[in-house]
């Protein structure tokens, strides 16, 4: 599905990614964790185009991701970031329909796709003539991942999407997400600082650390099995939502 060869970024001069080779399988959810800085975000930006790699390059169900061909790419491509990042002046039915209009789908289907993903995502169908400011937090993000699904993207790439919300929500649609992700089966990328959260969505999770990859692997294997001291270290620092889960 996805294959990074050697990807490195810097931004003056701080080496935000070293040099990073890493492939996604289909149908598989990742969760890239990590201390803050330590890359997760910069990684996901690459991974959509909107910055370049200073070296390496990206392939895309084995398309090179270039300038040229992005835009194009981004149609399969579903995005979901911190706080929904939706148009204050639109409401929420013109926030998840605006790429499928301007790509000129007609009406009836544009208005079929919505009642799938709202129905998807439990998203009350009276909620989608309100603006983002009538919504609640967690109605917001279901908007931006209704937005996000709404082409029926390959990937789905997710930028700390619950971090702004409160527990009770944040626990509500992590169970949700969870079952969205198996039912739709397709290959997902999560950035998140939640350990508990990582555990509990990622099929498999990428550990990082001051721009470069410590160890990938189930949660299972980075607990019994850590590649580096760091690694147990983090995890322990993490122990409480962990154990959580667990229960």
């Not at 009406?107 to 799938?116: F, G, K, L």
Request: hydrophobic residues 40%; contains cysteine; aromatic residues 6%.
């Amino acid at each position: 599905m996805f294959e990074l060869v050697e990807i490195s970024k810097r931004y003056g001069d701080r080496q935000a990614l070293h040099p990073t080779s890493l492939r996604l399988a289909s149908g598989t959810t990742y969760a890239i964790v990590g201390p803050s800085g330590c890359g997760k975000s910069t990684l996901l930006r690459l991974m959509i185009g909107l910055i370049s790699p200073d070296s390496g390059h990206i392939l895309f169900e084995n398309k090179p991701l270039s300038e040229h061909n992005v835009q194009v790419l981004r149609h399969q491509i579903g995005l979901v970031i911190q706080e929904g990042g939706l148009f204050p002046h639109l409401t929420a039915r013109a926030n998840v329909t605006l790429m499928a209009g301007y790509l000129g789908w007609p009406a009836d289907r544009i208005e079929r796709r919505v009642r799938q993903v709202a129905e998807l995502t439990q998203f009350p169908q009276d909620g989608l003539e309100r603006y983002p400011a009538q919504l609640s937090g967690g109605q917001r993000q279901r908007t931006s991942l209704m937005r996000a699904l709404m082409l029926d993207p390959d990937l789905l790439l997710l930028d700390e999407p619950l971090g702004a919300l409160d527990p009770l929500t944040r626990f509500q649609l992590q169970t949700e997400l969870r079952d969205i992700f198996r039912q739709l089966q397709k290959t997902v990328v999560l950035v998140t600082h939640d350990m508990g959260e990582a555990a509990y969505l990622g099929d498999s999770l990428i550990l990082l650390r001051e721009g470069r990859m410590v160890q990938q692997g189930t949660i299972d294997e980075l607990l019994d099995r850590p590649a580096d001291p760091f690694v147990s270290s983090f995890l322990h620092a993490h122990r409480s939502p962990l154990e959580e889960r667990e229960a």
